[in-house]
């Protein structure tokens, strides 16, 4: 749920990066937070576990320019991927503007990245939304490793309804500001069909 | 169905200052902030500028959507207060209505009893507040008021073009 301030001219807009355990959801956020200019983020938040798994969200707030005299400032925020932080996924895509979907390039997590999908589209639904209402994009990231399924047989699993789609790595930031500004733009043409 | 933006006027803002600068006195805290469920800053008093209020607002509201989520589990509506005890500072939130949020942050020169007294009377005021606001806005929604209706590819384009 974007919020708009009429007093300050801004608009706020929250977006979740989705996708199964160590996907790499946390480094998506971290590399945004290293490249950005420090004047147009605020502090990265990591609620983590001791070996670095995110125990409930991480959160970035990044201001991107302005549209129509309006300061856009976007929410950047991660779930945990373990399965059994289940409730706490629920929790966080409450008021979600866009989702970002990071899929794992490897064979070994087609199911995992299938089974992620799902309980997006689930969770969704608890929040009175389907994923086809949502504005998303997917990621294929991790291209970097040597057995990484092609890009088509992935599209075909988790993206049938083609939308916006990107390959990354995220540890070398290949792909991380695309499928930012992908979800991004999805986020604020939405706005303009809602006629805020 | 999407959920409508969350918006807010200058006339809005204003009543909601008002209400929580009464209110940090009358408590003796020091400072509150005013926040929505999806951690967005709406308002804050004055000594609350030195803290990083972005992230005060985005931590509280996760605070309060995992509490809401413990009550649930146990068969309650919600647990719509909470405390956080300190050695020194404390915490005192208040959820206000199914929107707002309110962060009372306080120390020894006040109490949780004050704190909880005078909370519940500010609750009440905000959530008068944000009713007000969302009607003037429904009134509000048509075109000619609208910022982003017709926001044309190119200027969201512009957004990324460095
Ligand atoms: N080779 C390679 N490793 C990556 C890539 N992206 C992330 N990783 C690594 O994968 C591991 C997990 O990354 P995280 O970003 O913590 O994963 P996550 O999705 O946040 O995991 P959870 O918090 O448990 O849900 C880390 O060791 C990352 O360095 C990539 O594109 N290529
Ligand atoms: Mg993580």
Known sequence: MSFINYAAREINCKIVYYGPGLCGKTTNLQYVYAKTNPDLKGKMISLATETERTLFFDFLPLALGEIRGFKTRFHLYTVPGQVFYDASRKLILKGVDGAVFVADSQPAREEANIESLENLQTNLVEHGLELSDLPWVMQYNKRDMPDAMPVEEMRKLLNPTGVPDFAACATSGEGVFETLKGVAKGVLSNLRKMGI | ?162
């Open chain 2, 1 to 162: 169905m999407f959920e409508s933006p969350f918006a807010m006027r200058e006339k809005a803002f204003a009543a909601i200052q008002v209400i929580i600068d009464e209110l940090v006195v009358e408590t003796g805290a020091r400072g509150i902030l005013v926040i929505d469920r999806v951690g967005q800053l709406l308002s804050r008093t004055e000594k609350m500028e030195e803290f990083d209020t972005t992230s005060l607002a985005s931590l509280a509201a996760g605070c309060v959507a995992a509490t809401g989520g413990l009550a649930r589990l146990l068969g309650e509506k919600d647990f719509p207060s909470h405390f956080h005890q300190g050695e020194s500072g404390s915490l005192y939130i208040n959820r206000v209505d199914e929107r707002g949020i309110l962060i009372v942050f306080f120390d020894r020169d006040s109490s949780l009893g004050l704190v909880r007294l005078r909370a519940r009377k500010g609750s009440a005021a905000l959530a008068h507040v944000f009713k007000e606001s969302q009607k003037e806005n429904e009134a509000k929604s048509s075109p000619e008021h609208s910022a982003f209706a017709n926001i044309t590819d190119e200027e969201i384009d512009n957004l990324f073009s460095d």
